[in-house]
C-alpha cells in the first residue's frame, strides 16, 4: 500500500468520524434546541396560568370588598331612613289630633312600672290636654287594676310630648325622646318592618 493509500484512509476515517461527530453534535444542539423550546413553551404556559389565576384572584377579590362596600352603604342608607322615619313618626305623633295622641298616652300609663300616686308633669303645650284628659286617663288605670293615682303637677317640663311622672324623687321619663332612646330597638324593628318588609 503506498503512502498516499494510507494518507487517504486516515483522512477518510478522520473525516468519517469527523462527520459522526458533527451529526452527533448537530443532534445534541437539535436536542438542546428542543428542550429549550419546550421548557419555554412549558414556562410561558405556567406563567399564564399563573397570570390568570393571580387576575382571578384578585378579581374575587375586588369583587368581594366592592360587594361588602355596597353592602356597608346601603345598611347606613337603611339605617337612616330607618332613624328618619322613626323621627318623622314621633314628630307626627306630637302634633297628631288630639284622640289618636291621648290614646298614645294612656297606652304608655298603662305601661308605666309606678303603683300609688304620682305627679304627672307635662310640657306647657299639653297641659290644657292633661285637664281634659285626666279623668279619662285614670278611669282607664283604674280598669286596668293599675293602682296608679295621677296628680296633675303644677310644674311643666321643656319636652317634645308624653310626660313624666314622679313619685318623690324617682322619675319615670315617658317623653317621646326617652322613649326613642330607650325604646329605640323596637321602634326601629317596626320602622324596618314598614319600610323594607324585614325585621332589623
Known sequence: MALEDITRRIVSAAQQEADALLSQAQQR?????????????????????RAV?????????LTATAQLEGRKQELAARRALVSSAVDQALARLAKADEETYAAFLLGILLQAPFEGEADILVSAKDRD???RRLSHFQRELDR?????????????REIDGGFVLRQGRIEYNASLAAIKRFREHDLRAAANEALFGEDA
Open 53 to 61: 389565576e393571580e387576575a382571578a384572584a384578585r378579581h374575587a377579590r
Open 29 to 49: 444542539a437539535d436536542d438542546l434546541k428542543r428542550e429549550a423550546a419546550e421548557r419555554l413553551a412549558h414556562e410561558i404556559v405556567s406563567a399564564e396560568q
Open 129 to 131: 290636654l292633661l285637664q
Open 144 to 156: 286596668a287594676g293599675r293602682g296608679l293615682t295621677l296628680r296633675p303637677s303644677p310644674e311643666t
